[in-house]
């Protein structure tokens, strides 16, 4: 028994330490025969920063209890996303979902997070350091993060195009020597 309680002890010191982000907390009422019975609906967003997000909801009598649900939640379906050069996207994209829609777009460094409310906090524990993103219809947080999630999965890095196509990253990737050589020509030939 002790052994097994070791292993589970060192198990759990393994596993990847999670950030989370309060996004939305919603009191939600119930009517019942003698009145209203109010709860509390948590939103939370949870990543290790590395490339790993997933965004939970949990309903409770209490706070704590909603944003314990919730964040177990978020645990439990985390999605990874490629990053460049660990700091932003690889191409600019597009996510939807309802009424929400979002467009993200990969930006040099120094930017920071452009992004409003419920996407900053995605892309905080993302682990993403430059993006410019709008989010373009619906207002409600939950809307705007399932768009954002959705346009994450639709991102793919030049190494999974490359292992898709059966080629190499170099042959995928544009070559950077030649790309000014080739403008200059065409200039010289006009």
Same mark, same amino acid.
């Given at each position: 028994?002790?052994? %097994? &309680?070791?292993?589970?002890?060192?198990?759990?010191?393994?596993?990847?330490?999670?950030? &989370?982000?309060?996004?939305? @907390?919603?009191?939600?009422?119930?009517? +019942?025969?003698?009145?209203? /019975?109010? #709860?509390?609906?948590?939103?939370?967003?949870?990543?290790?920063? $590395?490339?790993?997000?997933?965004?939970?909801?949990?309903?409770?009598?209490?706070?704590?209890?909603? @944003?314990?649900?919730?964040?177990?939640?978020? $645990?439990?379906?985390? @999605?990874?996303? *490629?990053?460049?050069?660990?700091?932003?996207?690889?191409? %600019?994209?597009? #996510?939807?979902? !309802?009424? #929400?829609?979002?467009?993200?777009?990969?930006?040099?460094?120094?930017?920071?997070? @452009? =992004? #409003?409310?419920?996407?900053?906090?995605?892309?905080?524990?993302?682990?993403?350091? %430059? +993006?410019?993103?709008?989010?373009?219809?619906?207002?409600?947080?939950?809307?705007?993060?399932?768009?954002?999630?959705? !346009?994450?999965?639709?991102?793919?890095?030049?190494?999974? +195009?490359?292992? /898709?196509?059966?080629?190499?990253?170099? %042959?995928?990737? *544009? $070559?950077? &020597?030649?790309?000014?050589?080739?403008?200059?020509?065409?200039?010289?030939? =006009?």
């Amino acid at each position: 028994m002790a052994r %097994d &309680d070791n292993r589970r002890g060192r198990d759990r010191d393994e596993a990847p330490e999670f950030a &989370d982000r309060l996004v939305a @907390i919603n009191r939600v009422s119930k009517t +019942v025969k003698g009145g209203k /019975r109010f #709860g509390f609906a948590a939103l939370v967003v949870v990543g290790d920063q $590395k490339g790993r997000v997933g965004f939970g909801k949990g309903k409770a009598k209490e706070v704590p209890e909603a @944003i314990r649900k919730a964040t177990e939640q978020a $645990k439990r379906q985390m @999605i990874r996303v *490629p990053l460049r050069e660990g700091r932003t996207l690889h191409h %600019d994209m597009e #996510g939807r979902h !309802g009424a #929400g829609r979002v467009v993200m777009r990969t930006a040099p460094t120094g930017t920071g997070i @452009i =992004a #409003g409310g419920p996407m900053r906090a995605v892309f905080e524990m993302l682990g993403i350091q %430059d +993006v410019v993103a709008k989010s373009i219809g619906s207002q409600n947080p939950y809307n705007m993060i399932r768009a954002t999630l959705n !346009g994450l999965t639709k991102e793919s890095s030049p190494r999974m +195009v490359a292992q /898709r196509r059966g080629k190499k990253v170099a %042959d995928i990737l *544009p $070559k950077r &020597d030649e790309a000014p050589a080739e403008s200059s020509q065409i200039a010289e030939e =006009a």
